[in-house]
């Protein structure tokens, strides 16, 4: 994000994208609804469902799958056309404005229309409203990311900010939402394959001096594969062949998982370290059991990038190991001795490499100072509300990092498989409320369970009508990669044409179904478009889940 | 805002004008018992604990909800105000089961607490109780309304921090008590708010029941491991085992949970955990110790390393371990594998 939730309450405007955040990130989704709520803010949502948050906004958009890019250009060419763009801002802020306008100016409402499904009057409305809002932030998550174009579509985004100045100030910005409790800090660290910790391109010399220096040995400076390469390239002749896997469970979360299948079976050495056996684990030749996050010390950092504290609350079971001692010990098996006393002094190190963690320490974390990154002076601010704060909770207040904000604007460009005669609908995934990612934490909780037992497909009521599906009925749901079965609920929540499944359930994963198409830059796969076809599997209708889909 | 100065048990006051005599109060490190009020929530004033005298005026006022006045002469602690407190827990007593040492909250129970320290014994209003079944068909909360003492705490938290307004009042009077629409079964988000809100133990954690007795449970404050908002959590524990989670309200979550980082954590003293490394033999998985896993491991992917060159190597990393444990497995990859082949789910 880059902005902190320190200041989420200044915008006069939330604009949420592809996030259902009151399931997928409750406690955001509550300050957003606590803010349109009780200081009378503005929300409008673009999302092919009717998610928990169209309840509360003044404009819901509710595109094709797929389609964002368009739906973006459009919003953008409104305010250009009606002269709500910030010029001054534009002017002293940002480069590439013109070639961009030329992309921009092709989207006219009528148009993004025929593409989206989003009525004209409706994009012309939220695009007034979103260009005279005096502060606004936009929140997006994995619906506008997880396509082919996902990059397009960020991009698409922040040039909505740009074009109207809200960028760099309390209330505003561009605040992706990050979906682990830690992904934020993975990627801080550097476990990336182009960059080194604090995002340094791994083929600068300069950068490559840097952690030499600290670790006192020669690293590789030409860049790695994407974890998905990675799993394109098993079983070819100069892919991988030897994986080393630490708490992360590809045979739930990669697409098209028969063929993931085949390529982990492919390794000639696969080495798993989880707390549990999970799918993946159960393809490997070696599995180190590992901690949870109860049973360790460290930290992690949230979306607005801010670095908290993780203690010991328990001990491991058994002979689990700390990841860290793990690593560290077979470190030394390789030849290549690493020790440390505590998790306070690889976060010491760590701060040695990594510019933006420069000044953060534990003795600042165990005061309970806010601290975000970049967080390059050890002086501390006091909030209005009394919190204390150390490094940047706003970014790029004066300049971007790379000195003027780029414009950038592409064509929209159709998802990979679009629906046909023999799949007709579009199936999206995502999360619910009550499970996580791939379950393999949250099956395992009793109450958990019992309030959201199993697999299911949302179907819009109209879909289901003319299919004759019954609500609670079993359906077997198919893409041209494999087949599962599942229950029906039939409600308003997406949109005609469109399924949903979530993909917690391991019975019926519905990563079976999605397809291995990525973008081409991020690598990330197309979740959320893939063409299927849903049959009854004459199983009948199904006792109905004692709970409703989601209260509230 | 303006400031005005007040006294308050004779002490001279600087007070913010607007704000009640409880902030004040607060404010400055003087107590006055409360039950109904929190700082989160709009002002109710139903409990009638917080009751103070002000001079010149005919009777005590609930602090909660009395603004402070130029030169306003406040007591805390008159034998007037003891008295009515006296009543008022005697009144709450009178319809409230003394199951305390069966009840999940003794111990951390504020209607304990004040009847302790009010030394309340007897009373005087003996009576009809109500009769409010157990309700503990979902998994996660029990409500025992019998318990319940009205302050609509509950009620408020769910209807104006967390948007969801599950519960409302019912019926009047003697009668009156917590419901849901139509008194079905509670189906709401389940984010345990109203638990944390409830002053006694009509609203207790299911999954804790007869696992704790607060004094015996040690408290660890950490970060929520489920999704990328990074709420502050504080683990209970006993005996090496999380018996409830809850979160303190001067965090950036402001003490709310969803219902995974509330109740989520059963996962944790699973039986399905691995315990010991395990190493493929025969094509099975089979228990092995440290060593020969270590060993066995670092052979193999050296050996992988000679015959196909480092870039046949790769690491997966994890968007749920914490920085340190990424920044030693990135460096492990790099130093030890000697490739870039590096990555984690940040795209899944």
Redesign the interface.
């Known amino acids: 994000m880059s902005n902190s ?1 320190h200041d989420l309450d200044e915008a006069d405007l939330f604009l949420v994208t592809g996030s259902n955040t009151t399931e ?5 989704g ?1 300050q957003i ?2 803010a349109v ?2 200081k009378n803010k503005k929300l409008i949502v673009i999302d092919p469902r009717k998610i928990e948050l169209t309840k ?1 906004a003044a404009m819901h958009l509710r595109q094709r799958p797929g389609t964002d890019v368009a739906v973006y250009n459009g919003l953008a060419r409104i305010i250009i056309e009606e002269g709500l763009a910030d010029l001054d801002f534009i002017r002293d802020r940002t480069d590439g404005f013109e070639e961009a306008k030329e992309v921009i100016m092709k989207y006219t409402p009528e148009v993004v229309e025929k593409i989206s499904g989003i009525p004209k009057e409706q994009l012309i409305e939220a695009a007034r409203m979103y260009g005279k809002a005096e502060r606004a932030s936009i929140y997006w998550a994995m619906g506008s990311t997880q396509h082919i174009n996902g990059v397009h579509g960020v991009h698409s985004i922040v040039n909505l900010a740009m074009l109207t100045g809200n960028i760099g100030k309390p209330g505003t910005g561009v605040n992706p ?18 960059q080194f ?1 604090g995002y340094k391109p ?1 083929n600068v010399p300069e950068n490559v001096e840097r ?1 030499e220096k600290v ?1 006192g ?4 400076a ?7 390469d ?1 799993v394109n390239s098993m079983g070819t002749e ?11 469970n ?1 045979m739930m ?2 697409p098209d998982l028969n063929h993931a299948k085949e390529a982990f079976e492919s390794l ?2 696969l ?1 798993v370290q ?4 999970t799918e993946t ?2 393809l ?7 901690t ?5 010390e ?7 990038r ?10 491991p ?5 700390e ?2 001692k793990i ?5 030394k ?4 001795p ?1 020790e ?1 006393p505590s ?1 306070s002094k ?2 010491d ?2 701060a040695s490499v ?1 510019p933006i963690y420069e000044c953060v320490s534990y003795e600042y974390l165990d005061k309970g100072v ?1 601290v975000h990154w970049p967080c390059n002076s050890c002086s501390i601010d006091r909030t209005s509300c009394g919190t204390l704060i150390m490094g940047t909770p706003v970014l790029h207040e004066e300049k971007f990092t790379r000195g003027a904000g780029k414009f950038l604007a592409f064509e929209f460009q159709p998802p990979t498989e679009w629906p046909d005669d023999e799949y007709p609908l579009i199936l999206t995934t995502g999360r619910n ?4 990612h791939g379950g ?3 099956r ?5 369970n ?2 959201s037992p199993e697999p299911y497909m949302e179907l819009n009521a109209a879909d289901a009508k003319k299919m004759g599906i019954k609500n609670s009925e079993e359906v077997e749901v198919t893409s041209k990669r494999g087949g599962i079965t599942l229950k029906a609920v039939i409600s308003d929540r997406p949109t005609p044409g469109v399924v949903f499944i979530p993909w917690h359930y391991k019975e019926a994963a519905a990563n079976i179904l999605t397809i291995n198409a990525l973008d081409p830059q ?4 197309e ?1 959320k478009v893939c063409a299927v076809r849903v049959e009854k599997t004459g199983g009948g209708q199904k006792e109905p889940n ?3 889909h989601y ?2 | 805002m303006g400031k005005l100065n007040i006294k308050i048990n004779g002490r001279e006051i600087e007070a913010e004008e607007g704000s009640t005599i409880l902030d004040v109060a607060k404010t400055n490190g003087i107590y006055i018992p409360t039950l109904c009020h929190h700082p989160q929530l709009s002002v109710q004033g139903a409990c009638r604990i917080c009751m103070v005298e002000v001079k010149g005026l005919p009777k005590p006022v609930t602090s909660c909800t009395t603004p402070v006045t130029k030169d306003m002469d406040i007591q805390t602690d008159t034998p007037v105000v003891i008295k009515q407190r006296e009543t008022v827990l005697e009144l709450l007593l009178s319809d409230h089961p003394l199951e305390c040492p069966t009840c999940d909250a003794g111990g951390q129970c504020k209607l304990q607490d004040l009847t302790h320290d009010y030394k309340i014994k007897g009373n005087r209003f003996e009576g009809e109780k109500r009769k409010v079944p157990v309700e503990e068909v ?3 909360i029990r409500r025992d309304y019998q318990r319940c003492i009205q302050c609509s705490r509950c009620i408020r938290v769910c209807d ?7 519960i409302q009042y019912a019926k009047r009077g003697f009668y009156q008590k917590v419901s849901t629409c139509a008194d079905k ?1 509670l ?5 345990g708010s109203c638990v944390q809100q409830c002053p006694v133990g009509a609203l207790t954690e ?2 804790s029941k007869f696992k704790y007795r607060p004094w015996e449970t ?1 408290q ?13 959590l504080t ?1 209970h ?1 006993k005996n ?3 018996v409830k989670v809850t979160s303190r309200d001067d965090t ?2 402001k003490g ?5 980082g509330r ?8 039986d ?9 033999k025969d094509g099975k ?1 089979t228990p092995a110790s ?1 060593e020969e ?6 052979k ?3 050996e ?2 000679e015959k ?1 060159g ?39």
Not at chain 1, 222 to 228: C, I, M, V
Not at chain 1, 333 to 336: L, V
Not at chain 1, 433 to 436: G, T
Not at chain 2, 272 to 280: E, F, N, S
């Open positions: 939730l997928a990130h409750p406690i955001i509550m609804w606590q709520r009780h509360y939402l990050r979906g682990q409790n830690n992904v934020q800090g993975a990627c801080d660290m550097g476990c990336l394959p182009n910790p791994v952690v670790w040995v020669k690293v590789p030409k860049p790695g594969l994407t974890l998905t990675m100069r892919g991988i062949k030897g994986l080393y896997i630490m708490g992360e590809p979360s990669d000639e050495f080495v989880d707390i549990f056996l684990a159960e490997a030749h070696v599995v180190f059991p590992a949870s996050f109860a049973e360790k460290g930290t992690f950092t949230n979306t607005e801010r670095i908290q504290r993780v203690r010991k609350a328990v001990k079971p058994g002979d689990a190991w990841d860290t690593i560290c010990s077979l470190s098996e390789m030849g290549y690493m440390y998790a690889v976060m190190e760590l990594t806010a409320l009550w499970h996580w393999s934490q949250t395992k909780v009793s109450s958990l019992e309030r991020a690598k990330i796969p979740y004692r709970y409703s209260p509230g | 979902n998994p996660f104006e921090v967390r948007g969801i307004g599950a079964v189906d709401c988000i389940f984010c299911k999954p040690k660890v404050e950490t970060t929520c491991g489920y999704c990328g908002v990074g709420c502050s683990l524990t090496n085992e999380i950036l979550n709310h949970l969803c219902v995974k109740y989520g954590y059963e996962f944790v003293k699973s399905k955990r691995l315990t010991t490394p395990l190493i493929r998985l440290w896993a270590l060993s066995y491991t670092a193999r992917f050296k992988i390393k196909h480092p870039d046949s190597l790769g690491g997966f990393s994890s968007a749920k371990c914490t920085n340190e444990e990424n920044y030693l497995f990135q460096k492990f990859v790099r130093v030890n594998f000697e490739t870039n082949n590096l990555d984690h789910c940040a795209r899944l």
